[in-house]
């Protein structure tokens, strides 16, 4: 079956929060919380899960971004946990694991040209000997993501939402990566964009053998372009499965009720509507399950005891007390 090209081992972060003793923080954030996850060459996963539950902590952190609290990252099998950014420059680490993230207007300078943003990454990284092999990889990576070269006098205000996101994307191949994080890749793009770009990053992945990482609060996406699919709540994992199989094998509660909201566009559903309320604090973390104060299915165990991410037979995962 292969190595894993990243793999994530009790990966957790913790953000201080403000009331320190002795200049130590008395309470933290647990935005992550012992993430143990395997990510296969040239497949695309899939993180999912409303906002706040730590999917954009995550890929901070295996793109070293961030801080590791404690636990290990390993990216071809070598540990990057704990690198520091001149030790990720040698290896060119930073090469190799790119990020194309939400909204590319907040992304791109409004005060450089189009062929200056696409020319930096190469500078900076003196990839290329001169100035001819710099502009023949710029047409290159335009021909990749369909743009046209006149658009390179142009500013980014001057192009369109997804012609903006064709450019963060190009940037991001234009180091020869092999691993790409994409953070919402398409949330700020209009509808009619959006399946344009997925195209192209399905395209691309083939023609580069490229893996993603794909976080995502859309379920639709996610069924769309991914190979495996991990549910994410309040910092952990609660669910692993195949893509494929997402709608009819999920089995936490969790998931359940992220698959009817994505088929209520406008009215709750019954589930959710016993599932509304606010997420607990990821401060204070309650004793048991996570989920069970927003849970139609709780049974008393979970108000004791935390459950554990479980291997079920058909090869998911899912930590839930009913399940086991």
Known sequence: MGKPILSTYELRKLFPVEGRILNKSSKYVHALDKVNLDIMPCTTFGLLGESGCGKSTYAQLVTRLIEPTSGTIEFKETDISNMNKRELRERKIHCQIQMVFQNPADVLSPRKTIEFLLKEPLKINKLYENEKEISSKVEELLNKVNLRPELLTRFPHQLSGGQQQRICIARALSLNPDFIVLDEPTSALDVSVQAKILNLLMDLQKEESLTYLLITHDIRVAEYICTDIAVMYLGEIVEIVKA?????SARHPYSKLLIESSFAENELSNREAESAGEL?????????????????ESIPICSDIHPDLINLPDGTKCRCHRVK
């Open 244 to 248: 494929e199989d997402f709608r009819n």
């Open 280 to 296: 607990p604090s990821p401060i204070n973390l309650p004793k048991g399950c996570r989920f069970r104060s927003r849970c139609p």
